[in-house]
C-alpha cells in the first residue's frame, strides 16, 4: 500500500491480521451500458412478440383449450374434483363458447365427478341458451356426471333456462337476494320512425318479399309482420316451458304457463312456487353435491376463461369508435334477433369482457 511521505510514497506492507480481501472495480464504459440496455429491450419485445404470435397460433388452430382450472376450497391432495362451471354475464357469443369448453373440460377430465353451475345471469340469446342447456343434459346424461345449480344475484330468463341443464335429479339454490325467473321470450324493436321524419330521412330499401325487410326501424310493427313473428315466439316459449316440465317433475305444463308472464321472482317466491329448490350459496351447493356423490375427500376447482391475449389486444383496437364500427353496431341493433332476457334494452345488452 502506497501512503505520501514528506518525501514522496513510500510503500507500506499491512500486517497479516489487516489484510482483506482484494477488490477490483472495472468502470463500464458508457457506451457499452447503452448497448446492453438496447439488447435487452430487444428480447423483451421479441418475448413480446412471440407471445403474440403464440395466442394467435392457438386461437386460428383451436389447438388450446381456452379454460384455466384454479384451486377454490376443498382438498388440495385430493384426485375427485368437483367443478365450478361460471354462467356470469349476457348468453351472447363468444361467452358461449367458453362456457361450452369448461362444461367440455368437465366431461372430459376423469377426475371431475360432478359439476356447480354458478349461474349469474339476465339471458340472452335463444340460441345460444338451449345450446348450453343442451350441453349440460348430454354432462348429466350421458357421461353420468350430476349437475347442481348455484344462481347469485340474477338467474333470470335464460339465466334460468340453462339452470334447468341440471335435469330431473339435480338441485338448485339461489341466495337469499336472488331474482329469477323471468320465463319467456322478446324480440327487441325499436320505432324510430318519428325521429327519422324530424331528420328527414326514410327507407328506401330494395327487396324481394313484403317480409323481407321485417321488424324495420322506420316504421311501426305492421298486423301482418305480428302475426309473421307470433308462431316463432310461441315455439321458443314452448320450447322454455317444456324443459322446465322435464327438469321440475314437481311442476306440470299449466303451472308453468300461469308463470311464464316474464315476471321475475325472489327467491323466496321462487321456492314458494317450485322453481328452485333450496336457499343457500354456493358452497351449500357443493357440500350437497358432494354428499349425493359419496364422496369424503374433494378438491373443489373453478375454470376460468379470460379473454386470450390476441382477444384483448382486437377488443381494445376495437374500441376507438371510429364510423364503420358505428354503422355496424347501427345494423346489428336491426337485426331480428330472439332472446330469452329479462332487460329493459334487450337489444343492447352488452356481452361480458
Known amino acids: 500500500m502506497n501512503v505520501p511521505t514528506q518525501q514522496g510514497f ?55 383449450e381456452g379454460v384455466v382450472e384454479r384451486f377454490y376450497s376443498g382438498d388440495l391432495a385430493a384426485p375427485d374434483k368437483i367443478a365450478l362451471v361460471y354462467v356470469v354475464g349476457t348468453i351472447v357469443p ?28 339476465p339471458g340472452g340469446l335463444v340460441a345460444d341458451s338451449h345450446e348450453i342447456y343442451h350441453q349440460l343434459r348430454r354432462l348429466d346424461q350421458e357421461r353420468h356426471k350430476p349437475i347442481y345449480v348455484a344462481m347469485r344475484r340474477l338467474a333470470a330468463s335464460g339465466g334460468y333456462y340453462v339452470s334447468m341443464g341440471a335435469g330431473p335429479d339435480g338441485l338448485i339454490f339461489a341466495e337469499p337476494t336472488t331474482w329469477t325467473g323471468s320465463i319467456g321470450v322478446i324480440i327487441p324493436h325499436y320505432d324510430a320512425s ?85 336457499i343457500g350459496y354456493v358452497d351449500d351447493a357443493v357440500e350437497a353435491l358432494k354428499t349425493k356423490l359419496q364422496l369424503s375427500k374433494v378438491r ?34 336491426a337485426v331480428p334477433r330472439a332472446y330469452y332476457l329479462f332487460s329493459t334494452m334487450p337489444g343492447f345488452a352488452d356481452p361480458p369482457r
Open 10 to 64: 513510500a510503500t507500506v506492507t499491512p500486517p497479516e491480521s489487516a489484510r482483506g480481501p482484494l477488490v477490483v472495480v472495472q468502470q463500464v464504459h458508457p457506451r457499452r451500458r447503452w448497448r446492453t440496455w438496447l439488447l435487452s429491450l430487444v428480447l423483451l419485445i421479441s418475448v413480446g412478440f412471440n407471445l403474440m404470435l403464440y395466442s394467435a397460433y392457438h386461437t386460428y388452430l383451436g389447438t388450446g
Open 94 to 121: 363468444p361467452f358461449t363458447g367458453r362456457v361450452l369448453k369448461a362444461v367440455e373440460q368437465a366431461g372430459t377430465d376423469e377426475h371431475v365427478k360432478g359439476v356447480v353451475l354458478v349461474v349469474d345471469s
Open 194 to 278: 318519428g325521429l327519422a321524419d324530424k331528420l328527414g330521412v326514410k327507407d328506401d330499401s330494395l327487396k324481394t318479399g313484403k317480409f323481407k325487410d321485417t321488424l324495420s326501424l322506420f316504421r311501426p310493427v305492421s298486423s301482418a309482420e305480428k302475426d309473421l313473428w307470433s308462431p316463432i315466439l310461441d315455439d321458443s316459449l314452448n320450447r322454455f316451458v317444456q324443459v322446465i316440465v322435464d327438469s321440475r317433475k314437481m311442476l306440470n305444463a299449466k303451472q308453468i304457463r300461469d308463470l311464464a308472464t316474464g315476471q321475475i321472482f325472489t327467491s323466496n317466491q321462487a321456492q314458494e312456487k317450485k322453481l328452485i329448490d333450496k
Open 300 to 333: 373443489v376447482v373453478k375454470y376460468d376463461s379470460s379473454q386470450s391475449l390476441l382477444e384483448t389486444l382486437l377488443s381494445s383496437r376495437a374500441s376507438g369508435a371510429r364510423p364503420q364500427s358505428q354503422l355496424n353496431a347501427l345494423l346489428e341493433a
